[in-house]
């Protein structure tokens, strides 16, 4: 099963010093390891041996004062790219409508929010100037709404904060990472009840998700998957993935879904979300 034009809709590309960190922070928390390259070069010929033609390229600043060099970066790096659709990020300490004014006016096709890490989400006001500029640039947004994988206590996270943006930003494109996961039924009946609302399946609906997020992807049902495929896109978190990243596709294959399910599953929504279609 490939579906021509397959675009991982959740990968990380950040300056190599900036991943290394990360990694550190994940490797301590959850006790993961990383086999794959964090040089984009090395990173997209991995994709392309996996039979992906683009990606949607998230960075995130968790700390005010480093998104707009971090974007700056990310830009930069997706010009000399084929495959890449640069994301930009900010900080709800910084000025965020300047940095996201200029972030889309550099071309990033929308924003990614790491709620937990970045202790700002959905619901936060320090970034309503950003959500505005999203409206008023068409552009999309990317958050890390779930309580997933250990920020049950956060106060930035929940389906309650998401539905808040949703209410308050009809007409932007939202998407939820990781299927909400814990809450993903909730985060479900959004995407079911509101057209702008997304969800990527980002670790959620892998063989490993059990063990790596302690999450059960047969909570999922495959009717609805294939009820929702115009808001769900293929996402995998890689570089970051603490496990060969075929096993985030297997996941999905083995479910023995339509054609066009995966079709919109492994493109036509990541299009729709990127407003392409
Ligand atoms: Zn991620």
């Known amino acids: 099963m490939a579906v021509s034009g397959t675009i991982d809709a959740h990968v990380h590309l950040m300056p190599p010093r900036l991943m290394a960190a990360i990694r550190k ?12 390259p ?21 960075p995130y600043a968790h700390k005010p004062d480093m998104a707009a060099e971090l974007n700056g970066w990310v830009l ?30 550099a071309g990033a096709g929308g924003l990614k929010f790491q709620c937990p890490v970045q202790e700002c989400g959905p619901a936060d ?21 779930g309580t997933a994988p250990m920020f049950e206590s956060s106060p930035h996270v ?30 479900m009946e959004f995407a079911r009840e509101h057209e702008q609302v997304f969800l990527d399946t980002t670790m959620a ?7 790596v997020l302690g999450f059960d992807p047969s909570e999922i049902g495959d009717d609805q998957l294939a009820e929702l495929s115009e808001s769900v896109m293929f996402g995998t978190d890689f570089p970051n ?14 479910r023995e879904l339509s054609e066009a399910v995966y079709a919109d599953v492994f493109r036509r929504t990541a ?7």
């Open 25 to 36: 922070s994940l490797s301590a928390e959850a006790g993961w390891t990383f086999d794959h």
């Open 38 to 58: 964090t040089e984009r070069e090395a990173m997209e010929a991995e994709l392309r041996a996996a039979g992906i033609d683009r990606y949607i390229a998230l």
């Open 76 to 105: 930069a790096a997706a010009e000399d790219s084929a495959m890449a659709v640069p994301f930009a990020t900010v900080h709800g300490d910084d000025d965020v409508a300047a940095v996201v004014r200029a972030a889309f006016e």
């Open 125 to 145: 006001p320090r970034l309503d100037p950003a959500f505005e500029l999203a409206a008023e640039y068409d552009r999309s947004i990317v958050f890390h709404a």
């Open 158 to 187: 929940g389906a309650d904060q998401f539905e808040q943006f949703v209410e308050s930003y009809p007409e932007v494109r939202a998407c939820a990472a990781h299927m909400g996961t814990f809450e993903a039924d909730a985060f």
């Open 205 to 211: 609906l892998s063989p490993r998700s059990a063990d």
């Open 241 to 254: 993935v603490p496990y060969p990243y075929e096993a985030e596709r297997r996941g999905l294959i083995e």
């Open 271 to 277: 299009e729709r979300f990127l407003g392409e279609r």
